[in-house]
């Protein structure tokens, strides 16, 4: 029933490791995007696929990529984790690029030690 | 040309209050204007929007006020109740780009 679903909810982890977020929709949605939310609750873009393309890549470090094996799924994944990538990751999707309302997903907490 | 500035970063209301968030915005290409709502561990989700062509839009107890010759517009929630403690985000659509989004109001109604 969840329209946008979120794995794992929380990912303790230390420096220096590897780690995957996914991401699901099922609201048949053509565009999907990852957000940033830091500790003071700024949200800040940074990818956005549509159909399984890459449209915005903010700047944003090259350890993170993400990867859209279908229209459904935008998976995030980051290597060498460093301190600053503590925060809370958000998933969203919308009907198509620039659509009206985006959906966000419950979000991944992740905290780097 | 992006950005989108909103204040205040916090709000105290009591309950039965009027709530007001204001935002205000450079970029006057921006044809779509959401204000999302986000609940301590959730997802931000939306609340309620306004296009350029019209000045108020109300759904119940909430409203957005646009003035397009200033830049602005704002969130009134009426009768603001404790369940309406969230943080609010307003943001602003350049079709088919982006959502730039506000830096949040933490918005806490006092029982």
């Known amino acids: 029933d969840t329209a946008v679903s979120q794995t794992p909810k929380y990912l303790v982890t230390q420096m220096g490791n590897d780690k995957s977020i996914k991401c699901e929709q099922n609201l048949g949605h053509d565009t999907m995007y990852w957000y940033k939310q830091d500790s003071k609750k700024f949200l800040k873009i940074m990818f956005s696929?549509?159909?399984?393309?890459?449209?915005i890549n903010e700047t944003v470090p090259n350890r993170f990529s993400p990867k859209s094996p279908d229209k459904a799924h935008l998976n995030l994944h980051i290597n060498s984790l460093e301190l600053g990538d503590s925060a809370v990751y958000f998933c969203?999707?919308?009907?198509?690029?620039?659509?009206?309302?985006?959906?966000f997903g419950p979000g991944t907490r992740l905290t780097v030690t | 040309q992006q950005q989108v500035k909103q204040s205040p970063q916090s709000l105290i209301v009591q309950k039965g209050g009027i709530s007001i968030i204001n935002c205000a915005y450079e970029?006057?290409?921006?044809?779509?204007f959401p204000w999302y709502q986000q609940f301590p561990g959730k997802g931000p989700a939306l609340l309620i929007a306004?296009?350029?062509?019209?000045s108020e839009k109300k759904e119940g107890r909430f409203t957005i006020s646009f003035n397009k010759s200033a830049k602005q517009f704002s969130l009134h929630i009426m009768d603001s109740q404790p369940g309406d403690s969230a943080t609010y985000f307003c943001?602003?659509?350049?079709?088919?780009?982006?959502?730039?989004f506000g830096e949040g109001t933490q918005l806490t109604v006092n029982p």
């Open positions: 306004i296009r350029p062509d019209v």
């Open positions: 943001a602003a659509l350049l079709s088919g780009s982006r959502l730039t």
């Open positions: 969203a999707s919308s009907q198509n690029l620039g659509g009206d309302e985006q959906y």
């Open positions: 970029n006057t290409a921006f044809d779509y």
């Open positions: 696929y549509n159909n399984k393309e890459l449209i």
